[in-house]
T-cell receptor, first 111, second 114 residues
């Protein structure tokens, strides 16, 4: 069964303290892995798509990487406005465009 | 990318009634989806809204409870029927653009059933 697991569930950092969020997955034939940001009371905001192991993508203080078993979202020198829930999702080759979401990591950045 | 709007943004409904949520996309998309997100939890796919045909429902979700329409390429509705307090949740629609794998989401509809 296709599965996505995110860790940690919650992470509290001081402003400027870099860290990484983990997304491990087991799917039959990965078609794409997605990272989203979700602020309270809003819909998920698309950040990145990764397609194959070794791929990396960057946007401001965020960098996403992908291996054959997991993805990391690295946050460098975070600011309070980076506080949000970060969701990982995967699309398997057999899923006909359906994506499966992980449970998310709630990130809180203290000033 | 796509801009997706939903109506209403929130509602408080009584047990036993029904609510229809509308989703409008600003461009033509290949697929549209409906999700449910319960407080503090992740997203669960309810169904894929197929244009001009019946929606495809995920396990645990049935058409009688969650009828879905998609009359054209940019618009879909989800009805939550015969509501109970367990239906209190955020309902999100999403869309998939041609040639893309990532889905774009609407702002959500927060439903409270009393």
């Amino acid at each position: 069964e296709d599965q996505v697991t995110q860790s940690p569930e919650a992470l509290r950092l001081q402003e400027g303290e870099s860290s990484s969020l983990n997304c491990s997955y087991t799917v039959s034939g990965l078609r794409g892995l997605f990272w989203y940001r979700q602020d309270p009371g809003k819909g998920p905001e698309f950040l990145f798509t990764l397609y194959s192991a070794g791929e990396e993508k960057e946007k401001e203080r965020l960098k996403a990487t992908l291996t054959k078993k997991e993805s990391f979202l690295h946050i460098t020198a975070p600011k309070p406005e980076d506080s949000a829930t970060y969701l990982c999702a995967v699309q398997a080759g057999s899923s006909a465009s359906k994506i499966i979401f992980g449970s998310g990591t709630r990130l809180s950045i203290r000033p | 990318s796509a801009v997706i709007s939903q109506k209403p943004s929130r509602d408080i409904c009584q047990r036993g009634t029904s609510l229809t949520i509308q989703c409008q996309v600003d461009s033509q998309v290949t697929m549209m989806f409906w999700y449910r997100q319960q407080p503090g939890q992740s997203l669960t796919l309810i169904a894929t809204a197929n244009q001009g045909s019946e929606a495809t429902y995920e396990s645990g979700f049935v058409i009688d409870k969650f009828p879905i329409s998609r009359p054209n390429l940019t618009f879909s509705t989800l009805t939550v029927s015969n509501m109970s307090p367990e239906d209190s949740s955020i309902y999100l629609c999403s869309a998939l653009l041609a040639g893309a794998y990532e889905q774009y989401f609407g702002p959500g509809t927060r439903l409270t059933v009393t």
